[in-house]
């Protein structure tokens, strides 16, 4: 063989770090080729089929058949360059040692302020503000080009550039005013916990997120967005004998200006124990949807904008599927889906965190990201978080969405049961419609990425209903 090494010995004689961070970039761009190549095939099915499917036919006609194509086409063309970019900066941040830089330069700023080295929590805090300063920035050109040309271009945008802005700032102000706070108590209690640290850090994310649940819909949603209650009247009514008739403790239904932003449509419900609310978008509901109103004369110039972009359709649902929307939401709750989710997901936060306490002694860990000298916390949860397990998170990912999708069904079977079969069907048509998702798709790309059931499959199941 003379002199030729073999890439498996190459690799044995390479240092451990070198080693990590190979893994570490080969992994990121398997992963984004697999994407890649999964929206490549769907991008396919959006480009050949033109014409509405046979099966489709009483569902869908041609013209927003065709509108929901050229959407879906467009926003797969702009995710394959979004992605196409971040996947380039990331390498480029590993490649040219972006963190350690920032590490550095996070040092020498709470340097400037008198805390020295010692205070390795300020220069997290720091390092945390900047980081998140850095992707705001960099992802403002992809955040303004969605939203103003293409949600623009198929007629979901309402927003103007000073709402956005208004609201990109108020966005980045409310996150730096929650996670400064949380990440340094986070990393104080990693500092001073002792051997069984990784027990008190989960006891403390799990307590911060009950918490967060708990305020964000009082007190942080409505920094953003207007709640108002549903109007008393006939919807009211039936909402709240729908929930006495399933023990679901109701206390309040509030109706959500989301057509200030977009008139794309929604509903959930959030609360714990014996104090649960529903929120429903305005656009979801045909009688409130300001994009169904005309404008009065006269009126204010805000209104005026939004005028100018009311396509003279009508939108949102009638009250029957409204209820039947949320008798499929109930079922959620109902069959206990929302608890198994939470169960989930702090049973992967402990394991996380768990394993994160056996990583963190191992120096090469931190070299492999150029970190030589010091081991400081935060960088080590970023490097095990989002590097190290990024495989582990990857399959949890794809289990997680098999599992959403059977939770679709049970929740759709559910209101089936409650007799809103038919509703539902309707209802589930019309959002689609709302909202122009492309009912056709491939069957890899499906099986990857889809949290809910194709439509087909949904209106297949709740039909066997119907016809029973």
Not at 87 to 109: A, D, H, K, R, Y
């Amino acid at each position: 063989r003379g002199g030729m090494a073999l890439p498996g010995e190459l690799w044995a004689e390479l240092p451990a770090e070198k080693r990590i961070f190979c893994s570490v970039l080969l992994f990121s761009w398997a992963v984004y080729l697999w994407e890649a190549f999964l929206a490549h095939r769907q991008r396919r099915v959006y480009r050949t089929t033109t014409h509405v499917p046979r099966e489709l036919g009483q569902i869908m006609d041609s013209e927003t058949f065709e509108k929901s194509r050229l959407y879906q086409l467009d926003k797969s063309t702009f995710s394959f360059w979004s992605g196409l970019y971040s996947e380039v900066e990331g390498t480029m941040i590993l490649l040219c040692g972006g963190i350690p830089f920032l590490w550095n330069l996070s040092g020498q700023i709470s340097g400037r302020a008198g805390f020295g080295p010692e205070y390795e929590i300020v220069q997290s805090l720091v390092f945390l503000l900047l980081a998140t300063l850095f992707s705001a920035v960099t992802g403002l050109p992809w955040s303004l080009y969605n939203t103003f040309v293409i949600e623009e271009k198929h007629g979901f945008n309402q927003q103007t550039l000073g709402f956005f802005f208004k609201d990109a700032i108020k966005k980045f102000i409310v996150t730096q005013c929650i996670l400064l706070p949380v990440t340094s108590l986070l990393l104080y209690i990693i500092k001073i916990g002792g051997d069984y640290f990784f027990i008190y850090a989960w006891l403390f994310t799990l307590v911060v997120s009950l918490v967060l649940v708990t305020i964000y819909a009082d007190y942080i949603a409505p920094l953003f967005d207007k709640f108002i209650p549903l109007p008393e009247g006939e919807l009211k009514q039936q909402i709240e004998t729908m929930a006495k008739s399933i023990d679901f403790p109701l206390t309040k239904v509030y109706v959500v200006e989301g057509s200030k932003r977009s008139s794309h449509s929604n509903a959930y419900f959030y609360g714990f124990f014996k104090n649960k609310r529903i929120v429903l978008f305005d656009t979801l509901l045909e009688d409130y949807s300001a994009l169904n109103k005309e404008p009065a004369e006269g009126e204010d110039g805000e209104n005026e904008e939004t005028k100018s972009k009311t396509k003279n359709k009508k939108q949102g649902c009638k009250n029957e599927e409204v209820l039947a929307v949320l008798g499929h939401e109930l079922g959620h709750w109902k069959l206990g889906h929302t608890v198994k989710n939470i169960i989930i997901s702090q049973m992967n936060s402990f394991l996380c965190f768990f394993l994160f306490a056996v990583l963190i002694g191992r120096k090469e860990l931190f070299a492999a990201f150029g970190f030589y000298d010091t081991q400081p916390t935060l960088i080590g949860l970023m490097i095990i978080f989002q590097f190290i397990f990024s495989p582990y998170n990857e399959v949890l990912s794809f289990c997680l969405t098999v599992l959403s999708r059977r939770f679709e069904f049970q929740a759709d079977a559910f209101a089936k049961k409650l007799g809103k079969a038919e509703d539902l069907y309707s209802a589930l048509i019309k959002l689609n419609k709302d909202n122009l998702g492309f009912p056709v798709s491939d069957w890899i790309f499906s099986m990857w990425h889809y949290s809910h059931p194709p439509l087909l499959e949904r209106l297949q199941a709740l039909k066997d209903a119907k016809q029973e």
